[in-house]
């Protein structure tokens, strides 16, 4: 699956997001190198603080189903209506950090334009789980 194919089944997650407060979607799709693939929608909740993004969702789902970084390929995130390509929050771009390879490409768009990134690039001198050791 290239990165256009990957973004079409991101913008497939997408249709799921819950967003009634904020009106921005978000689907995500984790591509594994044996060609598994698992999607992410944002949820959002009254309660602010309760929502959770889609690329977290799709990453979580990877994990859950026993998938590790050293599974993922690549991740695709997309975003509706929007004039710029979305980047993730600080919180999803800290799971990344623990949850991906550092060359791992994150693939954005937002159906007009393609951005691919890593972590490393959108996160640079991150806090990671080797500042424990």
Known sequence: MDYKELVKE?????????????????GACVL????????????ENASYGAAVCGERNAI???Y????????????????????NVGYPCGICRQVFCELLED??????????DIVITNIIEIL??????????
């Open 103 to 112: 060359e791992t490409p994150i693939v954005l768009s937002n159906g007009t």
């Open 124 to 133: 640079p001198n991150s806090f990671s789980s080797k500042d424990l050791e």
């Open 32 to 43: 594994c190198k044996d060609g598994t693939t698992f999607y992410g929608a944002n949820v």
């Open 60 to 62: 979580f789902a990877a």
């Open 10 to 26: 991101a913008f497939k997650a997408l249709e799921n997001a819950y967003a009634p407060y904020s009106n921005f979607k978000v």
């Open 64 to 83: 859950s189903n026993g998938y590790r970084k050293e599974d993922i390929k690549a991740i695709a995130i997309v975003t509706n209506g929007t004039k």
